[in-house]
């Protein structure tokens, strides 16, 4: 069982930034291939995967990662392995990225497909809110 705690939302002008922060507990061990993600869904719109990364790392090894082609350059997923953290920084937000975000976790005890597709992310946070205005 994976607990996530989303929080860092708000409101904030276009061009401006938000980091989010996602506490992570209740597991033991990272088990096969486990990933990290944050998902957004706007308003009227499919929820969607917008970075993640696999594996044991900090996100920073562009190999492991994952980044949706609207936030690339702008967004920066990494986590903090000794706070047990998962972070989103975001910047030059664009009213387009209003939405509530998600942090996820793919945490499988054996085997399946590496790295986690978008529906292997089976643990997921509350949510929380970003919105950008114009």
């Known amino acids: 069982q994976v607990h996530l705690v989303e929080s860092g939302g708000g409101s904030v002008q276009a061009g401006g930034s938000l980091r989010l922060s996602c506490a992570a507990s209740?597991?033991?061990?990272?088990?096969?291939?486990?990933?990290w993600a944050w998902f957004r869904q706007g308003p009227g719109k499919q929820r969607e995967r917008v970075a993640s990364?696999?594996?044991?790392?900090?996100?920073?090894?562009?190999?492991?990662?994952y980044y949706a082609d609207s936030v690339k350059g702008r967004f920066t997923i990494s986590r903090d392995n000794a706070k047990n953290t998962l972070y989103l920084v975001m910047n030059s937000l664009k009213p387009e990225d209003t939405a509530l975000y998600y942090c996820?976790?793919?945490?499988?005890?054996?085997?399946?497909?590496?790295?986690?597709?978008?529906?292997?992310?089976?643990?997921w946070g509350q949510g929380t809110q970003v919105t950008v205005s114009s």
């Open positions: 209740g597991y033991a061990d990272s088990g096969f291939c486990m990933g």
């Open positions: 996820a976790a793919a945490w499988r005890r054996f085997g399946g497909t590496c790295p986690p597709t978008s529906s292997d992310y089976n643990y």
């Open positions: 990364f696999y594996g044991d790392g900090d996100g920073s090894d562009a190999a492991y990662a």
